[in-house]
């Protein structure tokens, strides 16, 4: 069967991923970035929406276009070398090293931290994970089907709860909107941009996305362009959720400053707002929803991770890969949500150009007949330069003195690269890689053809 999807089973496709996607970052990052961007704060959110919701979306659509049956596949173009370790880096990133660990420092921030006294944050902030974590644990271990029923009842009561919090916001503004602050103060859409990696949903969306095209295959959707057509409209579905979501939020924090002050982070900002309007029953119900969310999300991410590595690894069991990892993730919560996020940055800044040039790649891949030529010298131009921008990110988070040449490759590519104090230096050179090699390509085949 090759019919048409109703609507109603995109929009079920569409909440579904909406749910995956939906977890710590979503919440944190656009509040923080409302509160630093202040009056610029719709270039900041322009920016932040590209990567915090076009790029998800895109990913979606490179699943859906590639046909390969995991991400692992897709990246083995390059070379099946490489598609083990960026798969295994990409699955670590979202899982134990970083946004696992930020669900149970945002539940902690949002749900509990109000209510734990001044002096006792890092003793709650253990507690409260070991207790978080063994949950995690348990359900991992033990797949229930609670954990998707109680997933399919919170996405509607987050976007309901939200809602009704965002639209009080506009109603009733908190405060007026105040100045930027830091580098929101000079170019706020280049900073927004960079800021909407922290969400790492595109990463996610090279995993979710086989998620959803095994949903819609089971519908009885089987055609190529048929699945291509229900995972974008199911997609659509779910980024128009998270880019409400997240213009709301932005706004919120913007609202907030001149009331609360600056946080380190964004977690405070909602449940500051949540008290301002509701009352402790407001803060009370937001903290419970915030908890299962992350909950649900952290069990989700255990899950995965310990069935990819499983399956790489077939000699070592799931459940040790789970234990491990959740233990691990346990570790890293409780160095702090703001710890959590700095440390996150330089692997972010490393691997978000290989993952966007992996899916530009992915759809031109027919114009340059699919040759493995264009993948690794487009994937080489950008580890090249990714791979410094981390290292740069890493000694600026120590707060390190550049090696002399570390500091020699970073003068060059500011000199040569376009666009390279932005983030994007990797962007102009790849591009006209991809377009040198894909006409050699093309002129190669057509000599082997007519030959």
């Not at 709860?161 to 280049?190: C, D, H, R, W």
Request: glycine residues 12%; charged residues 10%; aromatic residues 14%.
């Amino acid at each position: 069967m090759n019919g048409k999807l109703s609507f109603s089973s995109y929009f079920v496709v569409g909440v579904m991923l909406f749910a995956l996607f939906f977890g710590a970052g979503n919440l944190i990052f656009p509040a923080q970035l409302g509160q630093n961007a202040g009056t610029n704060i719709i270039p900041a959110v322009v920016g932040f929406l590209i990567t915090g919701v076009g790029l998800p979306f895109l990913g979606i659509l490179v699943m859906g276009f590639s046909g390969s049956r995991n991400l692992q596949e897709l990246s083995s173009r390059i070379h099946p070398i490489y598609g083990v370790i960026f798969t295994s880096l990409l699955y670590l990133t979202i899982g134990p090293f970083f946004a696992a660990p930020r669900t149970g420092a945002v539940a902690y921030d949002i749900g509990i931290a109000p209510f734990v006294g001044k002096g006792f944050e890092q003793t709650g902030l253990f507690i409260f994970t070991l207790l978080f974590f063994v949950i995690t644990l348990w359900f991992s271990l033990n797949p229930a089907k609670i954990v998707d029923r109680v997933g399919k009842i919170l996405s509607p009561g987050i976007i309901i709860l939200l809602f009704i919090l965002l639209v009080t916001v506009i109603v009733k503004p908190m405060g007026s909107i105040e100045a930027p602050q830091g580098a929101y103060t000079g170019n706020a859409f280049m900073k927004g941009f960079t800021e909407g990696y922290n969400t790492m949903d595109a990463l996610a969306s090279l995993v979710f996305g086989i998620i959803v095209i095994n949903a819609i295959r089971s519908m009885g959707v089987n055609s190529t362009r048929g699945i291509l057509g229900a995972t974008a409209k199911s997609g659509f579905v779910a980024i128009a959720f998270l880019g409400i979501i997240y213009v709301g939020i932005t706004y919120l924090g913007a609202t907030s400053t001149g009331r609360f002050g600056l946080f380190d982070t964004g977690g405070p900002v909602l449940g500051s707002a949540a008290s301002y309007y509701f009352g402790m029953t407001g803060t009370v119900m937001l903290s419970v929803v915030i908890l299962l969310a992350c909950l649900t999300t952290s069990i989700g991410l255990m899950t995965a991770c310990g069935e990819y590595f499983h399956t790489l690894l077939p000699k070592i069991s799931y459940k040790i890969f789970v234990t491990f990892f959740t233990v691990f993730t346990f570790i890293i919560a409780n160095f702090g949500l703001a710890n959590i996020i700095n440390y996150s940055i330089p692997v972010l800044m490393f691997l978000y150009p290989l993952a966007i040039v992996l899916m530009l790649l992915t759809f031109l891949s027919p114009l340059f007949n699919h040759s493995k030529v264009v993948y690794i010298s487009a994937t080489f131009v950008t580890f090249l330069i990714s791979i410094i921008d981390g290292i740069k990110k890493f000694y600026d988070l120590f707060k390190i003195d550049y090696a002399g040449w570390l500091e020699g490759i970073i003068s060059f590519y500011k000199h040569y690269l376009p666009l390279y104090n932005e983030g994007l230096g990797w962007l102009l050179p790849v591009l006209i890689v991809i377009l040198v090699t894909g006409i050699i390509a093309r002129v190669h085949r057509y000599s082997e053809v007519h030959a």
